[in-house]
């Protein structure tokens, strides 16, 4: 018998149900599952055929390996020297969506048994931005290594403030988008658009979950900045876009962030927040990142963020979510 991933797994992000099992594609998108027994199987399909999408497992919440969703392959050994005990198992898509989507289809236990899945996190975020957001480069030994096997968004500030906040957490991330324009100047696929015509009508009619989140971060202007712009432009499509994410989410508190590698928007997009203050709403909040340093922080892939940097920034976004909404300070930090 196929595993039931609706009614046995706790699903992180955005899922939708296929016949034969539940697929994803955002980055950090996660399932988790508990039971009973020594080993565990997984079986993924990588649906675009590439064999660019990786997984992170985790096995009672410690990192034990990270497997490459071969387009030849199908079962994966997660484990096979376990206690005969319950366990918790997490599998977690680290790579954005430009890599590829993947299917989970199945999971199977032989000779133990599938339990009722954990109870979701007591909190929800969204955070929407660009290869900073997804991580891009982040586990990077040299500068150019930038493939996606250095890509690990469980190390990104967007995965890492959502287990600080203790918050189930939904990444709308790709490398190269803006809010006004992407790198190198284009306007398709921009971000902005993205999330609003694309992901919300996804949330709306294909996702297996709701999702509505108390916090929402955007992290966009790095990419608007590497072309010529017209700083207007960016503002009047940012305002845009938080128009309608208060249409959407009333009630959440919205944090508009830039850094870590370039603040030139930080001035215009700051601005822009006091205006929306004065015009009545006293819940969106500028939260800026101080720039890469990289002889004590190190640097990722590209000029990205390094893990060091990465951990830095969730720390400094997890305080200012906690102090503006009267979060108490959970007992763990970050782990992963």
């Not at 048994?113 to 480069?137: K, N």
């Not at 940012?238 to 830039?258: D, H, M, Q, V, W």
């Amino acid at each position: 018998m196929k595993f039931d991933f609706l009614n046995l797994s706790l699903r992180h992000g955005l899922f939708h149900q296929e016949q034969d099992g539940i697929s994803c594609f955002l980055p950090g998108s996660a399932i988790t599952v508990r039971f009973q027994g020594r080993e565990i199987y997984a079986e993924i399909e990588d649906i675009n055929g590439e064999g660019k999408s990786w997984v992170n497992v985790y096995i009672d919440d410690l990192p034990v390996r990270v497997v490459r969703i071969d387009p030849e392959k199908r079962l994966y050994q997660l484990a096979d020297d376990l206690e005969d005990v319950p366990h918790t198992l997490t599998l977690q898509k680290r790579t954005e969506a430009a890599f590829g989507s993947i299917k989970f289809t199945d999971l199977k236990t032989e000779n133990g048994t599938f339990l009722s899945p954990p109870s979701p996190l007591p909190h929800r975020l969204l955070i929407i931005g660009d290869s900073i957001t997804c991580g891009f480069g982040n586990e990077a030994q040299i500068p150019c290594d930038c493939d996606a096997s250095r890509e690990n968004i469980a190390l990104a500030y967007s995965s890492l403030t959502g287990q600080l906040l203790n918050a189930e957490t939904l990444i709308v991330g790709a490398s190269g988008t803006g809010c006004y324009q992407n790198f190198g100047g284009g306007k398709e696929g921009r971000m902005s658009d993205y999330f609003m015509e694309t992901i919300c009508p996804y949330l709306d009619q294909e996702a297996m979950d709701l999702f509505d989140p108390e916090f929402i971060v955007i992290n966009l202007g790095t990419n608007d900045w590497s072309a010529p712009i017209q700083p207007s432009d960016y503002i009047e499509q940012y305002r845009k876009l938080t128009n309608f994410i208060r249409g959407r989410y009333p009630s959440a508190e919205l944090f508009c962030a830039i850094g870590p590698m370039t603040l030139d928007p930080g001035p215009y997009l700051k601005a822009l927040v006091n205006s929306l203050n004065e015009e009545g709403d006293a819940h969106i909040h500028f939260v800026e990142f101080p720039l890469i340093q990289r002889l004590e922080e190190g640097m990722g892939g590209s000029g990205h963020p390094s893990i060091k940097k990465h951990q830095q920034m969730a720390e400094k976004l997890a305080g200012t979510i906690r102090q503006v909404c009267s979060l108490s300070n959970p007992s763990f930090s970050v782990s992963r």
